[in-house]
């Protein structure tokens, strides 16, 4: 994994509620264990049309689309069933973050263990992005996870949660069983003044 860094980005909005996993990455997608590509067929149904042409009209398609790191989507985002290719094709494509105001459990974790951050604001934040982002798509965030901050485009800052352990992983680019490898002495220190045998017998 990369190390995660303080970043400042455009936003690529997508106003729609309870986006699930299937609309992220169609399902005849996944017959691949391989990252490499997936990012074509992110929202791909919404993304092409019919005749597999762009569709013009969807955020990816345009300018601001192309270079946003940061995506800013509806309320739940990722429900539906469980597949690590949803943050796959997201960070393939580029997007380091995603803002809403709830992610479904099982893409939160996936996310951090992809170090896709999912970020939570407040409704009222929400709202004022996407009618930040409407008035001027040039505007950016900054999304600080040392400090847990993300910079507004009016130049305030607010806090979102994130586990502390994940927030460790990715800021230090380690994945869980990178972590482990890390307290490899640590483990072998407790390991060498462990007793070869012992006795594990109920007494009485």
Not at 64 to 71: F, R
Not at 106 to 115: C, E, M, P, Q, T
Not at 190 to 199: F, I, Q, T, W
Request: glycine share 6%; proline share 7%.
């Amino acid at each position: 994994m990369e190390k995660f860094t303080t970043f400042t980005s455009r936003l690529a909005p997508l106003p729609i509620d309870n986006i699930d996993t299937d609309q992220i990455i169609p399902a005849r997608f996944l017959k691949t264990v391989s990252k490499a590509g997936l990012d074509q067929n992110l929202f791909c149904d919404w993304r092409y049309n019919a005749e597999g042409q762009p569709n013009p009209d969807f955020i990816l398609n345009k300018p601001e689309g192309h270079t946003a790191k940061v995506l800013l989507a509806g309320d739940n985002f990722g429900c539906g069933s469980s597949r690590e290719h949803a943050p796959w094709a997201l960070t393939q494509y580029g997007f380091r973050a995603v803002i809403s105001t709830s992610f479904a459990d099982i893409f939160r974790g996936n996310a951090l263990k992809n170090s896709l951050l999912p970020i939570v604001v407040p409704r009222e934040t929400h709202q004022a992005l996407f009618a930040a982002v409407a008035k001027d798509p040039a505007v950016t965030v900054t999304v600080d996870l040392a400090n847990q901050t993300l910079t507004l485009p009016d130049g305030s800052s607010i806090q979102f949660p994130i586990d502390q352990f994940a927030k460790h992983c990715m800021l230090e680019g380690v994945d869980e069983l990178g972590y482990i490898l890390q307290q490899e002495p640590a483990i072998a220190a407790y390991e060498a003044k462990r007793p070869l045998s012992v006795d594990t017998r109920l007494v009485g």
